[in-house]
């Protein structure tokens, strides 16, 4: 499942790998699955969209968000909003390229490519509006780039259990289950530890362990663990290792639930006291 650092992947390679994207016109819209387009009508979506250019592209948390003007209009224009959920991929194709199985939506750009979203489990959406807000606005900062200072103050007001409230984008937007028990193990947390029994020291170790994680998952273009980014080449030292040994101390890595979700966890490194 894509989480933060496979979106930035996405982001950067949109952006910065040549064919870029900024800069070229959607000639036409071709919608397979009615049911990722949402906010609108698909035909209000599509008539909407060609002859638009994308001008420039940003993320929040999971979220993929491309700035489109209408050339002649000045600055006024709109936003058109990926999430990718389990298992979206947003990627460039030569134009002819066939529409496969899982293709849901195509943008036939001006430069002989095309720009394609694939989604297997068809829970991916895509929303075109005025403002971003208008779909972002229940999310919290992003994970990646929030400071110390709110971190502490959004953390320091609730009494929930660590890991799903690491997983609550309303309380920071980007973290998934992969990252989360990640970023608990280098933190030296245990997932069922209650946020109002953190330290200041545990807080500051928190936050220090959400950056250090995301920045060196988005250098190595995120994980691979369930082989829909195949460039990722970031190495987990707990997700998915359960009965393995753990690289700090050896111990066995073990497998618990916590708030319905999987948690691998070294009770050695993560003591829950």
């Not at 949402?38 to 929040?60: D, K, Q, Y």
């Not at 030569?94 to 849901?104: A, F, L, V």
């Not at 690491?166 to 530890?193: K, W």
């Amino acid at each position: 499942m894509p989480e933060l650092p496979e979106v930035e992947s996405v982001l950067r390679t949109l952006q910065e790998c040549p064919p870029v994207l900024p800069g070229r016109m959607i000639n036409s819209v071709i919608v397979l699955s009615d049911t990722v387009i949402s906010g609108c009508p698909v035909a209000n979506f599509t008539g909407e969209l060609e002859g638009m250019l994308f001008s420039s592209i940003a993320r929040h948390g999971k979220y993929l968000i491309f700035r489109m003007i209408r050339p002649g209009v000045g600055c006024s224009g709109s936003f058109l909003v990926f999430h990718l959920r389990m298992t979206g991929r947003l990627f460039l194709v030569p134009r002819e390229h066939s529409i496969e199985r899982h293709t849901r939506l195509v943008l036939i750009l001006d430069n002989d490519l095309a720009l394609r979203f694939d989604d297997p489990r068809k829970f991916g959406r895509v929303w075109l509006a005025a403002n971003p807000a208008d779909v972002l606005s229940k999310l919290g900062p992003d994970a990646l780039t929030v400071t110390p200072e709110i971190f502490r103050s959004r953390i320091s007001a609730l009494q929930r259990k660590i890991k799903p409230l690491l997983l609550d984008q309303s309380f920071l937007a980007g973290i998934g289950n992969i990252y989360a028990d990640e970023i608990l193990f280098r933190a030296g947390i245990h997932p069922l530890t209650s946020s109002r029994d953190l330290t200041p020291f545990d807080i500051e170790r928190l936050c220090n362990a959400i950056r250090d994680i995301l920045s060196d998952a988005v250098e190595s273009n995120g994980a691979n663990i369930d082989g829909v980014f195949g460039k990722g080449r970031f190495v987990v030292s707990v997700y998915g290792r359960e009965g393995l040994s753990c690289s700090r101390c050896g111990s066995t890595i073990i497998k618990i639930r916590v708030g319905q979700r999987g948690t691998h966890v070294c009770q050695v490194c993560q003591p829950f006291l």
